[in-house]
């Protein structure tokens, strides 16, 4: 491969994410690491070995398989949340009120099947309308009041929190806060598997929310990339003021984007509870993390649908890693060490890109300049 091969290489965008997005997680690992060392550095190697891991800890194919199941359970929700996030993030918007429309999601579903026995396609529907609906509130008060998103974001997160343990405490079970198990109260509110439980040694949580949340995210690179509506959208993110005066309803945008981000986290959550794999407790008090990780999905993911995909699959593998440690040395919480500071070097790398392409630039000024210096110097030795 010559000089210019390579950096028309490196000059795409989508290079330039993957090789961001690697560092951003070899640093994270590192940082990590040395967090393990200063805990305990008799077995930091270990440990960061385990978290990596994960369900390949297990000797037994068979149980690898049905703990990757798992593993994919909690990482088709989390998708849905980086989706959430990144979507509005192309319109400009900071959609930290994800976590809110999860819960919102979580509720309407949780309701839909346990207290009024519906099957799971009306299920998945409420879930998908309460968090869209979520998300339209957040719009109207950006539209109409320009209150920030991020402000009626988190306290629509609390609203949701505290109504959903309301709305849930009726349907829970009676020696604990958790809610009635779905498999027996309700089965038809179940998702379906389609027979891809037997892929995973028979694991039943294993639904078609896996192989749906991978559609979504394709659906949305398509309509981001290749529509009318998505150009819209990206526009009103770059230029909100130059959208309007092009004819652009911008307002109208924004409150669309945000409903199809909230609706997008509130199914995320539905995806899980109507897995079986979880029941709610009535009485958490601090919001699920789901919301906030797919922000580190999503910008470890190069703000792409489909670099999300591999992104959420990446946090929610070094997070179930984490369960693996030894409690009594490591705290789990260190794969969401982890995940932190990969959130905050994804800042950094806008700066890794400029550089890059600076570094690229001045390499190709450079690549035209040898032939002249080379021609000048023959000249001046024929004279």
Not at 198 to 208: D, E, G, H, M, R
Not at 296 to 325: E, K
């Amino acid at each position: 491969m010559n000089n210019k091969t390579k950096s028309s290489f490196l000059s795409k965008p989508a290079v330039q994410s993957t090789l961001a997005a690697l560092l951003c997680i070899i640093i994270g690992l590192l940082v990590g690491y040395i967090a393990l060392l200063i805990i305990n550095p008799k077995g930091a190697t270990e440990a960061i070995i385990t978290i990596l891991k994960n369900y390949f800890t297990y000797p037994s194919p068979k149980a690898a398989m049905k703990y990757l199941g798992n593993t994919l359970v909690k990482a088709a929700p989390l998708l849905m949340c980086a989706l959430s996030i990144q979507f509005c993030y192309q319109a400009g918007l900071f959609n930290i009120g994800a976590a809110g429309q999860y819960v919102a999601g979580a509720g309407a579903a949780l309701y839909c099947a346990l207290a009024l026995h519906l099957p799971w396609i009306v299920c998945l529907i409420a879930a998908f309308v309460a968090g869209g609906v979520f998300g339209i509130i957040v719009g109207l008060l950006k539209s109409y009041l320009n209150v920030n998103e991020v402000i009626s974001g988190i306290m629509l997160n609390w609203i949701g929190l505290y109504s959903v343990n309301m709305l849930l405490s009726g349907v829970k079970e009676t020696a604990s806060p958790y809610t009635v198990q779905l498999a027996s109260t309700n089965p038809s509110a179940l998702l379906p598997s389609l027979g891809m439980e037997k892929l995973f040694s028979n694991n039943k949580y294993v639904t078609i929310a896996i192989p749906l949340a991978i559609i979504i995210a394709i659906v949305l690179k398509v309509v981001l990339s290749k529509t009318v509506f998505g150009y819209e959208i990206r526009a009103t993110g770059i230029a909100k003021d130059a959208a309007r005066y092009s004819g652009m309803k911008e307002k109208k945008n924004v409150i669309i984007t945000l409903f199809i981000g909230g609706a997008l986290a509130g199914l995320g959550a539905a995806f899980l509870f109507l897995s079986g794999y979880e029941q709610w407790s009535v009485t958490q008090s601090s919001v699920p993390s789901m919301g906030f990780n797919g922000i580190a999905a999503t910008f470890l993911g190069g703000l792409d649908p489909i670099g999300t995909i591999f992104a959420s699959y990446f946090i929610q593998h070094i997070t179930s890693g984490g369960s693996y440690l030894d409690k009594n040395i490591y705290p789990s919480q260190i794969s969401d060490f982890i995940s932190a500071i990969i959130i905050y070097l994804c800042g950094f790398v806008l700066f890794f890109k400029l550089h890059l392409n600076s570094y690229l630039r001045a390499k190709e000024e450079r690549n035209k300049q040898k032939p002249s210096v080379k021609a000048n110097k023959e000249e001046g030795g024929n004279n």
